[in-house]
């Protein structure tokens, strides 16, 4: 999968030396070595490979128009077999196409008639309503509430995953035209992946998005976000309100460090192509702070200057006090707290914040009532923090559901 940069773009040297990164340790979808032994196909094979997917299953691709969850339930009955002959054929009929797009030496394979038989099956095939399918029955297949080993079992690289990744990379084989389409599903299936818990898949999908569409901000900031929560799931110790015990600079381990430096190097390239991109901005003050570097504060405090949205001046509150707090000025530390739980009265993660400077500076009785409050209303899910650490995905569904209705006749 090529970084191909458009032109005008102004992306720095540590934003394309990011995206060839990504494109050099993205997983291969397991469907590529179907193309292995594709020279060496006999002649029967290759007729067969030139007629693509068979007809029951173009079938069932075409009812998903029409009937969505009806083709999602259909297809719980294939097999693996099945369903990776099906994709196989997709991909071989695609490199055929390409063949005799080119007239390489496999165009002789398939010359006169033949290429243009071949072409006109590629062309044909509905590969939206595809990748639709198939992403859409592999997220159907994880649980609902995904904690501990449940994680493990149920992300990652399976068969309906791996023939959306395979197909997603030919959609603009097929269809030029199709970059906006493209890039949104990029874009929805990473949101949808932080949504699930399964920060791998995120990772995956924001990083393929970024090698094709490399001035989306949307994709560099859901791959920065993927880069720190990976950081974030990999302390090795349970870290307390606002990671007060990880000392700015203190990430010195080098995967933990590289996670950071990837994730700092991903929102900047969100700011870069979308300088008004305030979780960007929030997220890279967070990240900067952790690697302990300068210029933690300055974001946050520009964040505070320009966004009007509670959920975002929270945190901007929240993790200035932390770094006031940090450099022994509580008095300013538990000002911006206090911020916060204006924003946010249910935080418990500010209210904790709140009572623990209260406390340094010797305000005992103010401190525990600061803590009762915090603590005692059950709110606990509503807490901004927890959110921030599993990621933003308001626009997932919104964005799904697009898709989907571009597909409908």
């Not at 193309?35 to 997917?53: H, I, K, M, N």
């Not at 038989?117 to 639709?132: E, T």
């Not at 009785?365 to 959110?387: E, F």
């Amino acid at each position: 999968m090529p970084c191909v940069f458009p032109k005008g773009l102004n992306l720095d040297r540590s934003g394309a030396t990011l995206c060839h990164e990504i494109v050099r340790s993205a997983p291969i979808p397991r469907f590529a070595f179907l193309l292995a032994g594709a020279l060496a196909l006999p002649a029967p094979a290759l007729e067969a490979q030139r007629r693509g997917p068979s007809e029951r299953y173009l079938r069932l691709v075409d009812s998903y128009a029409a009937d969505p969850q009806g083709a999602i339930t259909a297809l719980s009955g294939w097999g693996i077999g099945e369903l990776k002959d099906e994709i196989g054929a997709i991909v071989a009929l695609a490199r055929n196409a390409e063949a005799c797009g080119r007239r390489g030496p496999r165009a002789e394979l398939l010359a006169g008639s033949a290429c243009a038989a071949v072409w006109n099956s590629f062309q044909s095939l509905p590969l939206r309503a595809a990748l639709l399918l198939h992403a859409q029955r592999d997220v159907s297949e994880r649980p609902f509430e995904m904690q501990g080993e449940v994680v493990a079992q149920h992300c990652g690289l399976r068969i309906h995953d791996g023939a959306a990744r395979s197909l997603a990379g030919l959609l603009l084989q097929q269809q030029p035209h199709a970059e906006e389409f493209a890039r949104r599903f990029y874009l929805a299936m990473a949101l949808r992946s932080h949504r699930d818990l399964c920060f791998e898949d995120g990772r995956y999908w924001a990083g393929a998005g970024v090698s094709r569409f490399p001035r989306d901000a949307a994709l560099w900031l859901a791959l920065g976000t993927a880069e720190e929560i990976a950081e974030l799931r990999s302390t090795p110790a349970p870290l307390s309100p606002l990671t007060r015990d990880a000392q700015p600079g203190a990430v010195s381990l080098g995967a933990h460090r590289d996670l950071l430096e990837r994730a700092r190097r991903a929102l900047e390239q969100a700011l870069l192509a979308e300088p008004g991109l305030d979780e960007a901005r929030l997220r890279l003050g967070n990240v900067l702070w952790r690697l302990g570097r300068n210029g933690a504060a300055e974001a946050f405090q520009e964040v505070l200057r320009v966004s009007r949205d509670p959920w975002t001046r929270h945190l901007g509150h929240l993790f200035l006090g932390r770094c006031r707090e940090r450099a022994g000025r509580l008095r300013e530390a538990a000002s911006e707290y206090r911020s916060a739980l204006a924003e946010a009265p249910e935080s418990e993660t500010a209210g904790v914040a709140l009572a623990y400077v209260l406390e340094l500076q010797g305000e005992r009785v103010a401190a525990q009532a600061v803590v009762v409050r915090a603590l005692g209303d059950g709110r606990r899910s509503s807490d901004a923090y927890r959110k921030y650490l599993v990621g933003q995905y308001p626009s997932a569904e919104a964005l799904w559901n697009q898709l989907r209705n571009e597909v409908q006749p």
